[in-house]
């Protein structure tokens, strides 16, 4: 009995949290309908409301508006967006903030969240994954001395929270794993590990010489 309740636990879970995750998505997708005429929504048209077309319409915005902004057209017309924006004392400085944020995130040329590496986190001993965003800048580099990176540790299960660090390179182990098994691991607490890569047998020796001298 208690095995076939585990058993559907194992099955049914992961299915309602997934259609819980994509229903609250899309219901915050929906609110996009609200841009319409009130005279052009679904409701007016069908006499009903249609869950995912505010989504859909939400998906063809994001593509009309990089389609324009790419073009020289586009491109115009977002600096003049950009420039107006810069005249307005509050929001020039969120805007700002929140656009360099993002295009370090999303530009391809970015360089945050690329390289996952491990860290002694929230004490010695204690380690956890992290995600290198950069170096240190402005006048806080001008206080640490030697070779320092900027690393953020994600909280669990929900990686969007964390703890932004900067902890000298020695201290900062590289690992051999993309960034998206790196956030799976930290997702599932650690239930769904990344497959083992096979350290080389010359490596493997290294490693037993290392530990029979530490013995002696």
């Known amino acids: 009995m208690k095995k076939y309740f585990i058993t559907g636990l194992l099955v049914l879970v992961p299915l309602f949290i997934t259609v819980w995750v994509l229903s ?10 609200f841009l319409l005429p009130e005279s052009w929504r679904p409701k ?35 600096r003049l967006w950009e420039a107006l924006l810069a005249r307005v004392p509050v929001v020039k400085s969120i805007y700002a903030s929140v656009k360099q944020v993002s295009d370090t995130l999303f530009s391809d040329s970015g360089n945050a969240f690329r390289q996952a590496v491990l860290v002694q986190f929230p004490r010695e001993g204690a380690w956890t994954i992290a995600f290198v965003t950069g170096h240190p800048g402005g006048d806080v580099a001008n206080h640490l001395q030697g070779d320092y990176v900027s ?10 929270g964390g703890y932004f660090l900067m902890m000298a390179r020695a201290d900062v182990i590289d690992l051999d794993m993309s ?7 930290i997702i599932s607490m650690g239930v769904v590990a990344p497959p083992e ?20």
């Open 44 to 78: 007016a048209q069908f006499g009903l409301d249609v869950p995912g077309m505010g989504a859909v319409l939400t998906l063809v915005i994001i593509f009309v508006t990089g389609l324009i902004a790419t073009n020289f057209f586009g491109r115009h017309l977002i």
């Open 179 to 185: 960034v998206d098994e790196a956030l799976k691991y």
């Open 24 to 33: 609250s998505l899309i219901g915050m997708m929906d609110q996009s309908l």
């Open 197 to 216: 890569k096979l350290v080389p047998q010359l490596l493997k020796k290294d490693h037993q010489e290392a530990a029979n001298k530490d013995q002696l």
């Open 151 to 160: 690393v953020y540790v994600p909280t669990t299960p929900n990686p969007t």
